[in-house]
């Protein structure tokens, strides 16, 4: 993915100790110089629904009314929201690619005409179009190719949805493919069958879709490597002695290229664990990790061989690629009150809190996962 390098400025804090035979040369005083502005308005104490950092400095969020960008790490966020939106909130469709490229849907569920708003130059501006999907899954491969699985209708054990594919930006959408029997020109290769948890594309013709079916011993993958055209179910190894589990694929992370990971969510009498799946053939294979993590729950890799986990309690990290893995019990705790996290190095990450009032805050590390303040007030 490519990433936008972000103008950061340190401050140089010079101190010299003089002894009485000692010449010092005079230094000047430190001085500190304040990031580049944005050039839009301070968002004070935004309530986060969602959170996409870029790198250590420069990040999105998306809030109940709107979207926010910070380029100083989280310490201060400014409203970039495009003109005419004020409500957004959980389950906006939205993504982020870069430090200038973000998409944002807002609409009505019940309606066929949404606007989509696009933005080449990290929210300064916003364009926008009429798109005929709300709710669903959006991720982009560059600035101008990307793709979209609108659910359509959620039924138990069962999810409609639509494939589509832009190639200017989100300008335009071309519908790919549609399981929903009732709609003309449906397809079963990505059967209606399961609840899909998302849509990970590596490029335009190869994407994976993640989720459950419920029934005891099948891991539900799919892939299609036509653009969308046609799909086939991927095959996993199941961990010994869980042939009757529940499995649920939250769907690949692709770190680089070749190097993706998978969390799967496994469900049996003994209880909830995490189940890590590695490729470093670009997805074509996946090989179960050794080690089922307990109450396994949110997972961010940030490179082939390091990757975090949260578990509900303490944060599983891995340093070669899920061979073996590490706890870090946090300074805070997070408990139920967790709703996300956000890693961008091995030591700099951000989680989200939702407590039951719906006060929502942001924690940072900066030592991998121990020590955690609160950013962005």
Request: glycine share 12%.
């Amino acid at each position: 993915m490519k990433r936008i390098i972000a103008l950061v400025v340190l401050a140089l804090i010079l101190s010299a100790c003089s002894q009485p035979v000692t010449l010092t040369p005079t230094l000047p005083a430190p001085v500190t110089v304040a990031p580049p502005t944005l050039g839009a308005p301070v968002s004070s104490a935004p309530a986060f629904t969602m959170l996409r950092m870029i790198d250590v400095t420069n990040g999105w969020a998306v809030t109940d009314t709107g979207v926010v960008r910070t380029n100083d790490g989280g310490a201060t966020w400014h409203d970039v929201t495009p003109s005419g939106v004020t409500k957004l909130g959980f389950g906006t469709t939205s993504y982020f690619l870069d430090s200038n490229h973000g998409w944002v849907v807002s609409g009505d569920p019940s309606s066929n005409s949404n606007t989509l708003y696009r933005t080449q130059d990290g929210g300064a501006t916003w364009q926008s179009s009429t798109v005929s999907f709300f709710m669903g899954n959006m991720a982009f491969v560059s600035a101008s190719n990307g793709w979209m699985m609108a659910s359509l209708d959620v039924a138990v054990g069962s999810n409609a949805v639509a494939i589509f594919q832009t190639t200017d930006g989100g300008q335009t959408w071309k519908q790919t493919y549609i399981n929903d029997p009732t709609q003309p020109n449906a397809a079963s290769t990505l059967p209606l069958g399961g609840l899909k948890d998302g849509i990970t594309p590596i490029d335009m013709k190869n994407a994976w879709v993640g989720g459950i079916t419920y029934t005891p011993g099948e891991v539900y993958l799919y892939q299609t490597q036509d653009g969308g055209q046609t799909w086939k179910e991927q095959p996993v190894q199941i961990p010994a002695g869980y042939d009757q589990a529940q499995f649920e694929t939250i769907g690949p992370q692709f770190v680089a290229a070749q190097d993706a990971f998978m969390p799967v969510h496994v469900s049996s009498q003994n209880g909830v664990m995490m189940a890590v799946y590695y490729s470093h053939d670009g997805g074509s294979n996946w090989a179960l990790a050794p080690t089922l993590i307990p109450n396994g729950g949110s997972m961010n890799f940030v490179s082939a061989m390091d990757g975090f986990v949260w578990n509900g309690s303490e944060f599983y990290i891995t340093h070669d690629g899920a061979k073996s893995w590490t706890t870090v019990s946090p300074s805070v705790s997070f408990g139920d009150n967790f709703s996300g996290m956000d890693f961008v190095n091995t030591t700099t990450g951000f989680v989200l809190t939702n407590d039951v009032t719906g006060t929502r805050v942001l924690y940072k590390t900066v030592d991998g996962g121990a020590t955690w303040t609160v950013a962005g007030t």
